[in-house]
T-cell receptor, first 116, second 111 residues
Framework: EAEVAQSPRYKITEKSQAVAFWCDPI?????LYWYRQILGQGPELLVQ????????DSQLPKDRFSAERLKGVDSTLKIQPAELGDSAMYLC??????????????FGPGTRLTVT | AQSVAQPEDQVNVAEGNPLTVKCTYS??????LFWYVQYPNRGLQFLLK??????LVKGSYGFEAEFNKSQTSFHLKKPSALVSDSALYFC?????????FGSGTKLNVKP
């Protein structure tokens, strides 16, 4: 069964350092999402791509976060500089995002970020 | 404003008993509703969805959910709980191409 891949699974970094996360969606899924999940809470959307275009980044802290999906396939989320409050699970999900296929999202295993 | 509420932080149930995890929503249009399950240090797994049609939706692992438009609810149910069902459950709603997740309900199934 096809899965969403994410790496690394765990990342420890010091504050003010740069960190990057990678996501490879399920083949053929045009829509890709990055979420942040703080322990004990539900996922919060950071950015949504349709192919290579950003369709929603209203909740992305653009002063320190950036995301790209250059060829409309895999994606990278970057934080620079990292802050203590960025410690969280970063989840990537992909979807066919159509009524025909039901809109459900398929999630990767996540990257657990700890900022010290 | 769009929102999803899961009123219970935790639900405890004995193995073999029926379980219900509650979810209510508020959207401006017709809702697309979803349930996901999350095991420790893992991503979310899709369980089931409601888009249109029959109000009782069947999903993975014996779970089902009942859509109630008048009560704006989409409660997750299972007739007989298993210890392995213990996990974190999230309700989500899609409205105008945006997803909103609830805060999650921890389900504890005791042997």
């Amino acid at each position: 069964e096809a899965e969403v891949a994410q790496s690394p699974r765990y990342k420890i970094t010091e504050k003010s350092q740069a960190v990057a996360f990678w996501c490879d969606p399920i083949s053929g899924h045009a829509t890709l999402y990055w979420y942040r999940q703080i322990l004990g809470q539900g996922p919060e959307l950071l950015v949504q791509f349709q192919d290579e275009s950003v369709v929603d980044d209203s909740q992305l802290p653009k002063d320190r976060f950036s995301a790209e999906r250059l060829k409309g396939v895999d994606s990278t989320l970057k934080i620079q500089p990292a802050e203590l409050g960025d410690s969280a699970m970063y989840l990537c999900a992909s979807s066919l995002a159509s009524r025909e296929y039901g809109y459900e999202q398929y999630f990767g295993p996540g990257t657990r970020l700890t900022v010290t | 404003a769009q929102s999803v509420a899961q009123p219970e932080d935790q639900v405890n149930v004995a193995e073999g008993n029926p379980l219900t995890v509650k979810c209510t929503y508020s959207v401006s249009g017709n809702p697309y509703l979803f349930w996901y399950v999350q095991y420790p240090n893992r991503g979310l797994q899709f369980l089931l969805k409601y888009i249109t049609g029959d109000n009782l939706v069947k999903g993975s692992y014996g779970f089902e959910a009942e859509f109630n438009k008048s009560q704006t609810s989409f409660h997750l149910k299972k007739p007989s709980a298993l210890v392995s069902d213990s996990a974190l459950y999230f309700c989500a709603v899609r409205d105008r191409n945006k997803f909103y997740f609830g805060s999650g309900t921890k389900l504890n199934v005791k042997p």
